[in-house]
């Protein structure tokens, strides 16, 4: 396998398809790269080169007790964007992964990123408190906590239905899809994706999307069950200056993969539009 060990330890699984502007994948809670293939696929076969990492403790990455947050994460794609050298990087990040580029930027800056995409994106900030009563209440995230607790196995294959709209009337969700999405989330460690929530749902990200400074495009489907677009997407892409927005009605959090050609289409559009800019400039 292809990995690299950061500073603390932790091995970091990824995988690097592809040759051309670079982009790169941040998946979401509580998947693996694996879940942004439809995505990496298309692109390479686009003319670009793609690359995505496990999070640690997820997937193929090692299981660390410690850096289970936002600060970890966010090292730990910096690691990887040096380790391979990458520049002009597109940033794209999914759900906790939206967090990640967020977070990156907020720490390591925009050297090294052309541009970013927040996709169902937890940015601005989840939980609900006294400065975002809109918020989702502590006790949503406490639930997470104890079902994954008590039985991760059955609490996954009941989060998977609501992740892709499968609850929806009209919905068209395959048993393979939720299947995956069970198969993926078990490879997960226990302690990992628990500190996760954590880190998904109380991080504010407010500071981090000030020093965006790059194209940016934020996508959400407006039916998203799991992180609302309101308290999310529509204030994130209020919050960064010159942010393009695509709302999706009646889409899902898991729209990368329930209506993967829509977005892959206007993924492609959007980075083939940084690439013509910065030739441009």
């Given amino acids: 396998m292809s990995t690299i060990t950061v500073k603390d330890g932790t091995t ?7 040759k051309g502007r670079v982009v790169t994948f941040s998946h979401g809670w509580p998947l693996s790269s694996d879940a942004w293939d439809g995505q990496m696929m298309f692109l390479a076969e686009n003319g670009f080169r793609v690359a995505a990492h496990d999070r640690r403790g997820h997937g193929r990455s090692s299981q660390a007790w410690s850096g289970n ?7 730990d794609l910096a690691a ?29 800056g925009t050297k090294r990123v052309a541009a970013a995409v927040l996709i169902a994106a937890v940015p601005p900030i ?10 989702i209440p502590i006790e949503v ?15 996954w294959r009941d989060f998977a239905i609501m992740f892709y709209g499968a609850n929806r ?28 929530i954590n880190a998904f749902s109380e991080t504010d990200f407010h500071e981090d999307l000030k020093k965006f400074d790059v194209p940016t495009l934020v996508m959400h489907g407006e039916d998203d069950q799991i992180v609302p677009i309101n308290i999310s997407g529509k ?9 393009k927005e ?8 898991g729209l990368t993969a329930t209506h993967q050609d829509e977005v892959n289409a206007d993924l492609l559009k959007f980075v083939k539009s940084v690439q013509k800019g910065r030739r441009a400039a």
């Avoid at 995230?141 to 609490?155: V, W």
């Fill in 80 to 108: 990887l964007i040096e380790a391979l050298d990458l520049k002009d990087v597109t940033l794209v990040g999914h759900s906790t992964g939206g967090g990640e580029v967020a977070r990156y930027i907020g720490r390591h």
């Fill in 235 to 243: 204030r994130t892409a209020k919050l960064i200056k010159g942010a």
């Fill in 12 to 18: 970091i699984y990824y995988k690097d398809w592809g």
């Fill in 141 to 155: 995230f406490d639930g997470l906590r104890s079902g994954l607790a008590k039985d991760r196995s059955q609490f």
């Fill in 69 to 75: 947050d936002m600060n970890g994460y966010a090292d």
């Fill in 246 to 253: 695509l709302f999706y009605p009646g889409r899902p959090h």
């Fill in 126 to 135: 989840m939980v609900q408190s006294a400065d975002n009563p809109e918020g």
């Fill in 169 to 196: 009337p009209d919905a068209k969700v395959s048993q393979g899809m939720l299947d995956q999405f069970w198969l993926w989330s078990m490879q997960g460690g226990l302690k990992n994706l628990y500190d996760s």
